[in-house]
C-alpha cells in the first residue's frame, strides 16, 4: 500500500470513528441539556383561532416558554379538516423544535376517508401526549318536538332520510357521531357539513339541521338559555354541568361512549430525550391551575398520558372509525 493510500484510508477509518461516536453521543447530549436553546420551538395548531385546540394549545405554549425557558410561538395553520397543519409539521425537521397540537380528527379519522393523504398519521409523527378528551352532548333545536333520543330515532324510521345531523365538517368527530347514530340505529339520515361548529348550532338553533352532536362548551349556554334542548351526553357519565340530562348508555345505545380527544405529536425521529422531556413539561402545565380552570370552561377533560398511551389511543381510534367508515360507505367530500 503507497503512502498515499495509506493516508486516505485512515482518514477513512477516522470518518468511520467520527459517525459511530456522534450517533452514540447524541442522545446523550440531548439528556444533558442541548435541549432546548434559545431557538423558538413552534406549536402548529391545524384549526383556525378560537376554538378549543387553538385556545388549550395558546395556554399550553405560554407555560411550556417560561419551563425550557426558550420562545414557543402558536401557528395556525388551518384547513382540510386539520390535515394541512399535520402534513406541514410531519415534514419538519425531528429536532425538537416543530411540535403539533392536534385533535382525532386529522390522526384517526381522515386517514381513513382520504387514502392519499400527504402524511402518514402515525408513522409520520412521534407521539408526547394525550392532553384531554372533550364529550358531546345530542343537541336540537326548542322547537323541536322531540323529547328523547328515541322520538328522533323513531323519526328517522318512519321517514328514512328527512332528518338532518349538522357538523363542523366532513371526516370530524362530530359527523362520525351522526353516522355511529345511524348505523346503530340502522336508520338513514343526511349529514350536513359546516365550516366549523359555530355556523353547524346556529342552523340547529334556527331549525335548518335537525340535529347535531356538538362540543358540550359550545352548546351549554344555548341549553342554558332553552334556545337548544339536550336528549343525550356521549360521556361514560353523566356531567356535572348537565346533571339532568342523560348518557347515550343511559338512553338505550350501547357503546357509544364518544369523546374527542387532543393530543400533541412531533415529527418521527424526533431523539426520545426530547420526546420524554416534552412530555414531562406538557404534564407539568397540565397541573397549572389557570389552565385546569380553562379546561373546565372548554368542558375539556385533562388527562396527561405518557407516549405510549396516546399511540395506543390513536390506533385503536383508526381502527374504530375506520370500521364505521367502511360499514356504512362514508366517502370523502
Keep these: ?33 442541548e435541549w432546548p436553546t434559545a431557538k423558538p420551538i413552534t406549536w402548529v395548531v391545524p384549526y383556525p383561532p378560537g376554538g378549543s385546540t387553538d385556545i388549550l394549545g395558546r395556554a399550553i405554549a405560554l407555560r ?39 385533535s382525532i380528527g386529522p390522526q384517526a379519522i381522515v386517514p381513513n376517508l382520504v387514502p392519499s393523504m400527504a402524511y402518514d398519521a402515525v408513522r409520520a409523527f412521534e407521539p408526547i401526549t394525550l392532553i384531554g378528551t372533550i364529550p358531546h352532548v345530542l343537541v336540537i333545536g326548542a322547537a323541536s318536538p322531540f323529547r328523547t333520543v328515541a322520538d ?11 332528518l338532518s345531523f349538522a357538523s363542523g365538517g ?6 362520525m357521531q351522526g353516522e355511529l ?4 340505529t340502522g336508520t338513514r339520515m343526511t349529514h350536513v357539513p359546516y365550516k366549523g361548529d359555530t355556523p353547524a348550532i346556529q342552523d340547529v338553533l334556527a331549525g335548518h339541521a335537525s340535529f ?29 354541568a348537565l346533571p339532568d340530562v342523560q348518557t347515550m348508555t343511559q338512553a338505550g345505545y350501547k357503546d357509544f361512549v364518544v369523546e374527542q380527544w387532543q393530543a400533541a405529536y412531533a415529527p418521527a425521529g424526533t431523539p ?25 370552561k372548554l368542558g375539556v377533560t385533562l388527562v396527561g398520558s405518557s407516549p405510549q398511551q396516546l399511540a395506543d389511543t390513536q390506533k385503536t381510534d383508526l381502527a374504530k372509525w375506520g370500521k364505521l367508515i367502511k360499514d356504512a360507505g362514508i366517502k370523502a367530500d
Aim: charged fraction near 15%.
Design 1 to 33: 500500500m503507497t503512502f498515499t493510500h495509506r493516508r486516505a484510508f485512515c482518514a477513512l477509518i477516522i470518518a468511520l470513528i467520527a459517525i459511530a461516536l456522534m450517533g452514540a453521543i447524541g442522545p446523550a447530549a440531548f439528556a444533558q441539556g
Design 64 to 102: 411550556l416558554a417560561k419551563a425550557p425557558g426558550t420562545p414557543v410561538v402558536v401557528e395556525n395553520k388551518a384547513g382540510a379538516t386539520g390535515t394541512i397543519g399535520s402534513a406541514f409539521v410531519a415534514k419538519a425537521v425531528s429536532d425538537g423544535y416543530t411540535l403539533l397540537g392536534t
Design 152 to 162: 328522533l330515532v323513531g323519526e328517522a324510521k318512519a321517514k328514512p332520510k328527512t
Design 170 to 175: 366532513n371526516g370530524t368527530i362530530l359527523q
Design 181 to 184: 347514530l345511524a348505523i346503530q
Design 212 to 240: 347535531m352532536f356538538a362540543p358540550v362548551a359550545a352548546a351549554l349556554p344555548h341549553v342554558q338559555s332553552g334556545r337548544l334542548r339536550a336528549l343525550a351526553v356521549t360521556s361514560a357519565n353523566r356531567l356535572k
Design 272 to 296: 426520545k430525550p426530547v420526546v420524554q422531556r416534552l412530555n414531562q413539561e406538557v404534564l407539568h402545565a397540565l397541573k397549572d391551575p389557570d389552565i385546569t380552570a380553562m379546561a373546565d
